[in-house]
């Protein structure tokens, strides 16, 4: 029925253009235009050109009214060490890709309303200039030399950070990825990981640790993960099953985990949970969205950080989530201690 | 080209040999679009459904049920069917629309028309060429109705997920046919490039140097390069991957525990898989994208009434383009685990693109500087690519810089970039293709005006999709969620969803305006003169009615490049390739 009816439309449809296109052709036809072949008439370029400036004052009233009105929903500030350095980065590219964009797109749409033809116009014929095209080709390679010197120093500091004389070790720990949830593996005491593998899953042992190892038996498995504020993690991850990704936007972190070999990465988180709760911009983030949640008769919201799986992985991928509470050190210590050893678990 | 002459040009053809199992390059390039197109209104189709979902999670749509059966039970989307959706909407949209219907349909039109050849190299190869995508496409439209629904694993089909049939219903049978149909598209866009790269090569008419070609002929010819360098890796990648499904190989399993059972499969990598993938799929983006800039430098120029700028510049960029295109690839890998060194070269090599991507959107501006611009449905598109080629790409410069990448990698705002640059960008050239070369497939005129407001509304309503969506990625939202109610950090984004929904269900259901005016304008349209145009190129030199060999005398012979558009001393605005230079006329050195 509802098939037929959308047919139905879809003909409706198809006629009600036809017949339109009959009047415009009619109505051009008694003003005497040139109806006869579509070639396009000095009015039509008028109309046209026009239509793209007005376009172009849309569209950068639209991009300027989004970038106000979409601030809140961005992310935060980073609540991690290196983040900071991302978010420097990113700051200056974006601002680097608006000013490019306000100059080129007005140009591009102004071009088009301002030479719009007319039959008694014609072009000025111009093949290159080398001088032009030498500076446009020079300009952009200038600042993207920059562009990429910075962005190489940010990212070889993330990916291999440094640990210097008399600094702490990170504190390891392994997030643990399959569909379709997460579980943190601490290294427990002696900051090591016992070894496992997939094929010593089995009974309580959901993650296959190595029961042999004497690393492991200190190792502490807890499906939310703490960490305390200001000491540097290393992060190992693992899949048991499909590629998942770790994504914890907050922290600017992201690795895939891939079953058969084991990723890392290494930071420092820096906010505790509560100090972003105080931070204004997630404030004002979270009061929009319990507005939002209230009209719709949701329970209000805290806000919290959380791991996203960030890779398909299958039907709940969209729902593949751990949460993360930062804390201070004595209160990572009490949680800590309420937790089981793997060697209890056994 | 001599052994062109020995053509018959009189021998009957059936209907059979005319309109199906045609090896006339302009016939073949009907097919190719018409067959994309249908390909096309189900790509967009589906894009639609789920934006639906996107938009509104929670109510109950009856059409879902309608257009889904199981999948859509009471009217709600099943989680495994939106991914089904989402991917096969990428694989047709890449793969099935902007490559065989666009590379297809242009280069199988233009190249012989525009270097003065009768046709392909060989033109049972060419007819072949078509008939591995049809069955191509036959086979991925059946997979859509298997048992445990198509392939859902993402356009990017990594595995293990794609491996493994017990990680999701659509690794099944679905795949399966994934595999057998992407595996025939293969054979058939080797089969296109290499009659294209040959003919480019050897059947150029007197006096068409490399030099003189219409840029749409550089820019077909680099394409063809890049899928035959590409296409092959990609058919490896899928090889092993099927080793990998039925026969128990494990080059890309280790290590392996799905629904409850642990696999024997060790020492394999799912990265290797990346690798290989990326190698044709980042050039895949520029054999997208190739094409369309192609299309419009000619449409540009011709319409602006101007030579093209900078025409080396042009081809010298495309063929950087083409070569930084290779080495590139791992840009899409820098959260893998690979080493950060490597992460560092790809990072290089992608920003690099950037330079000869500049130097192109910067000449198609100056080229319209002191134009005399007719304002057509096609140079609007063509206008309109410009636009969305300087928006997406600009984007690129963070999504190329590794550091910048780990926070929105697989985010929208990959969803926002790769649209606007490659969707949108090659979309609107193939769109500014038809409407230009319309008269040249079918000796008839478009409506006017309804492409005035197809390309309106479709200009507007792609902005609205996509550009909201960078917002999104900056929030954090991952790409490939069934719905984002999961986590109320996200329930801000409620409204940017519906807006983008409504757009995406208006602009998708304006393209019916094209499609009226393409089927309507093809039997009834008014008739079109030999050069509606007034455009240069020799596409324009042959008769209205198509006749096999397109010419019906000799072949007629170049004497100047393709942009002597407003020449001074010349009392045309335009000058065909085809007039010789005249003895006061300045040397342009073409
Ligand atoms: C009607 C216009 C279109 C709309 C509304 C649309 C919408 C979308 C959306 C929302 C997604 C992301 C879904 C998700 O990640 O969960 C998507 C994915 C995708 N789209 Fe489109 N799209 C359109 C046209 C196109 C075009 C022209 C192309 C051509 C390149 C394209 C190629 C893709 C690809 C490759 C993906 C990724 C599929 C995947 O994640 O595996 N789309 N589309
Ligand atoms: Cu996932
Ligand atoms: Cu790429």
Redesign the pocket.
């Known amino acids: 029925m509802e098939t037929l009816l959308i047919i139905i439309v879809g003909i409706l449809g198809l006629i009600a253009i036809a017949q339109a296109v009959r009047v415009f052709e009619l109505s051009a036809a008694v003003k005497g235009e040139d109806a006869s072949s579509e070639n396009v008439t000095d009015k039509d370029n008028r109309n046209q050109g026009i239509l793209l400036l007005i376009f172009m004052i849309f569209m950068l009233g639209g991009f300027i009214a989004m970038i106000f009105g979409y601030s809140d929903v961005m992310l935060p500030v980073s609540a991690s060490e290196h983040g900071v350095d991302i978010d420097n980065l990113w700051d200056i590219s974006m601002w680097l890709i608006i000013v490019v964009f306000f100059i080129t797109q007005p140009i591009l749409f102004y071009f088009g309303y301002k030479f719009r033809g007319a039959k008694k116009k014609k072009a000025v014929y111009m093949e290159h200039n080398n001088r032009l095209e030498f500076i446009w080709t020079i300009v952009p390679a200038v600042v993207l030399a920059g562009l990429i010197i910075y962005g190489l120093a940010t990212w070889s500091n993330i990916m291999n950070p440094v640990i210097g004389e008399g600094e702490e070790e990170p504190m390891v720990v392994e997030i643990y990825a399959k569909q379709f949830g997460w579980t943190a593996r601490y290294s427990g005491s002696d900051n090591q990981l016992g070894y496992a593998n997939v094929r010593m899953i089995g009974g309580t042992n959901t993650l296959g640790v190595d029961p042999d190892d004497a690393n492991s038996l200190d190792d502490v498995i807890t499906t939310e993960l703490h960490l305390p504020v200001n000491r540097p993690v290393l992060f190992k991850f693992r899949s048991q099953d499909v590629i998942h990704s770790a994504y914890l936007p907050h922290f600017r972190v992201q690795m895939n985990c891939v079953p058969g070999t084991k990723t890392q990465f290494m930071f420092k988180p820096t906010m505790t949970t509560e100090e972003m709760r105080q931070d204004p911009d997630t404030q004002q983030k979270v009061a929009n969205i319990n507005e939002i949640r209230g009209e719709r008769g949701d329970e209000a919201w805290q806000f919290d950080y959380v791991l996203l799986c960030n890779k398909i992985c299958g039907s709940a991928h969209y729902n593949m989530q751990m949460k993360i509470v930062v804390e201070s050190e004595e209160e990572y210590n009490k949680w800590m201690s309420e937790q089981k050893s793997f060697a209890e678990l056994l | 080209m001599a052994t062109h002459e020995a053509h018959d040009h009189h021998h009957e053809q059936s209907f059979i040999e005319k309109y199906v199992f045609s090896q006339d390059h302009k016939m073949i390039a009907k097919q190719f679009l018409i067959t994309g197109m249908i390909m096309g209104i189900i790509?967009?189709a589906m894009?639609?459904l789920?934006?639906l979902q996107?938009a509104w999670p929670d109510k109950q749509f009856p059409i879902l049920e309608t257009l889904l059966g199981k999948w859509g039970a009471d009217g709600t989307m099943d989680p495994n069917i939106y991914l089904a959706l989402?991917?096969i909407?990428?694989t047709i949209?890449?793969f099935f629309?902007?490559t065989a219907g666009l590379s297809g349909t242009f280069s199988n039109l233009l190249i012989p028309l525009q270097i003065g050849a009768r046709d392909m190299a060989s033109g049972f190869i060419n007819m072949l060429s078509y008939w591995f995508f049809f069955a191509s496409s036959i086979v991925m439209v059946v997979s859509l109705f298997v048992e445990n629904g198509p392939a859902a694993a993402?356009?990017?089909v990594y595995p293990p997920l794609s491996a493994l049939p017990q990680a999701m219903p659509g690794s099944g049978l679905g795949m399966t046919l994934w595999l057998v149909s992407m595996s025939l598209f293969i054979v058939s866009s080797l089969l296109g490039a290499l009659n294209y790269i040959v003919t480019v090569l050897n059947l150029r008419t007197k006096g068409m140097s490399m030099t003189r070609l219409p840029l749409t002929i550089w820019a077909f010819f680099v394409t063809a390069i890049l899928g035959v360098l590409s296409f092959p890796v990609l058919f490896s990648a899928a090889l092993l991957l099927i080793f990998d499904r039925s026969f128990g190989t494990s080059f890309y399993l280790s290590d392996i525990m799905v629904a409850g059972e642990l696999l024997s499969n060790q020492g394999g990598s799912p990265v290797l898989f990346q690798h290989l993938f990326w190698f044709l799929g980042h050039p895949e983006v520029y054999i997208?994208l190739l094409p369309a800039l192609g299309i419009t430098s000619e449409v540009i120029s011709t319409n602006a009434r101007k030579p093209i700028f900078g025409y080396r510049a042009m081809v010298g960029s495309i063929l950087a383009i083409a070569f930084l295109s290779f080495i590139v690839w791992g840009h899409h890998m820098f959260v893998t685990g690979m080493n950060p060194f490597l992460g560092s070269v790809f990072t290089f090599t992608t920003l690099l693109i950037a330079i000869p991507s500049a130097v192109k959107a910067f000449n198609y501006i100056t080229t319209l500087w002191k134009g005399n611009l007719r304002l057509t449905p096609a140079m609007l598109f063509s206008i309109g690519l410009v636009s969305t080629f300087i928006t997406g790409g600009l984007t690129g410069l963070i999504l190329g810089d590794s550091a910048l990448d780990i926070n929105v990698h697989d985010t929208y705002f990959v969803?926002a970039h790769?649209?606007i640059v490659?969707?949108?960008s090659?979309?609107f050239g193939m769109f500014a293709g038809v409407y230009h070369w319309f008269p040249k497939m079918f000796g008839r005129r478009m409506i006017k005006s309804l492409g005035y407001v197809h390309f309106w509304v479709t200009f507007i309503t792609a902005y609205g999709?996509f550009f909201p969506m960078h917002f999104m990625g900056m929030a954090g939202l991952p790409?490939?969620?069934y719905t984002n109610t999961s986590f109320p950090m996200f329930d801000d984004l409620a409204d940017i969803n519906v807006m983008i929904s409504i757009f995406?269900i208006v602009?998708?259901i304006a393209q019916v305006i094209f499609i009226f005016n393409f089927f309507y304008s093809a039997v009834r349209g008014k008739k079109a003169s030999r050069n509606p145009w007034k455009s240069n190129t020799l596409e324009w030199t042959t008769p209205v009615e198509h006749i096999h060999g397109n010419w019906p005398g000799e072949i007629p012979e170049v004497h100047r490049w393709a942009y002597d558009y407003s020449k001074p001393g010349m009392e045309d605005d335009f000058v065909p390739q085809t007039v010789p230079i005249r003895e006061n006329e300045v040397e342009t050195g073409h």
């Open positions: 790509g967009v894009s639609m789920f934006r996107l989402v991917t909407h990428g949209m890449v629309v902007l993402g356009w990017t997208i969803v790769f649209h490659m969707g949108l090659a979309i999709v790409r490939r969620y995406a602009g998708g």
